[in-house]
C-alpha cells in the first residue's frame, strides 16, 4: 500500500517566502496547508487557484497565529480533515520597523505575537501528535538579522533570536523521539516585505552582501525541504544561514 502523504503546514504559507516553501513541500509529494490571516482570504482564494494552475493541490487555512485559541483550533481543523500534522514550517512574520527611540509598545508587542509568541501557539497544538507518531519536523523561518541585529529593529532582531532558542530548547525534548527541530536564518529576500524598505537604505544593505544580491525564495526553500526530508534526520538545533555571505559565525 503507497504511504499516505506527510501533511506540512505552513504558517504565513501564502507569503513571498511562505508560497515557495509550499510549493516545494508539495512537489516533493507532502499534502500541504498554506495557513494565512483571516483577513486575506480573498487573497488566499487566489492563491489556491494559482497553485492549482500550477498542478499543485495546496490547501489554505486561516488562523491569527498570535492567537493560542485560534491556532488550536486550526490544528484541529487540519488534523479532523488530513490527519495528524508531520512537518510545521513556522514561517509567519511581520516588520514594524522603527529606530527605538520612535518605537511605540504596540509595534514591540505586535511583532514579538506575530514572530515569536505564534511559535508555541502552533508547535505546543501539534506537538503532543509529533512524538506520539515518533516522527516530526518543525523548521523555524528566522532572519540574519536575529543573528547579528540590525539598526531600526529591536523588535524584530528580539524576536528572530528568541526564534532560535526555542529551536535549540525544542530540538532537545524531541531528539529522542524522532522529531527535529531547526532555525533558517535567511538574509534579506525578495519579497514585499524587503520591497517596502526604503530603496536607498535597500541598496546600502544589498551593497554590503558579498554576493551582491537578495535571495530569491526559492534559495530559502531548499533549505527548509533539506531539513524537512526523512533522510535528515540527524540535523536537529541547527541554526541554517541562506544569507549570500552577510553574516558568518
Ligand atoms: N547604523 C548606524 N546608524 C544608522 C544606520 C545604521 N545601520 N542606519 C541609519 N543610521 C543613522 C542615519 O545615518 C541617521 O543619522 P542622523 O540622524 O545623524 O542623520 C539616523 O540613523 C536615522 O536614520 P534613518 O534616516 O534611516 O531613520 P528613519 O527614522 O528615517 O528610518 C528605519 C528608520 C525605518 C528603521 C530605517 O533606518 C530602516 O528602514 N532601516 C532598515 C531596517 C531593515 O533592515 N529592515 C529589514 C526589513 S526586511 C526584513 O526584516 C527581512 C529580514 O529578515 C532580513
Redesign the pocket.
Known sequence: MAERAKVALVTGGIGGIGTEICRRLARQGCLVVANHHPVEQDVADAWKRERAAEGLECETVAADVSSFEDSARMVEAIKAQHGPISILVNCA?I?R???FK?MEPSQWTDVINVNLNSLFNVTRNLWDDMLEAGFGRVINI?????QRG????AN?SAA?AGMHGFTMALAQEGAAKGVTVNTV?????E?A??E???ED??E??VAGIPMRRMAKPADIASAVAFLAADENGYVTGANLPVNGGLFMH
Not at 528566522?142 to 536575529?146: I, K
Not at 536564518?185 to 529576500?189: H, L
Open positions: 512574520g516588520t520597523d522603527k529606530t520612535k528566522s532572519s540574519v538579522n536575529g540590525q539598526f531600526g529593529q524584530y528572530k536564518s535567511p538574509g534579506y529576500v519579497t516585505m524587503t517596502a524598505m526604503r537604505v535597500r546600502a544593505i
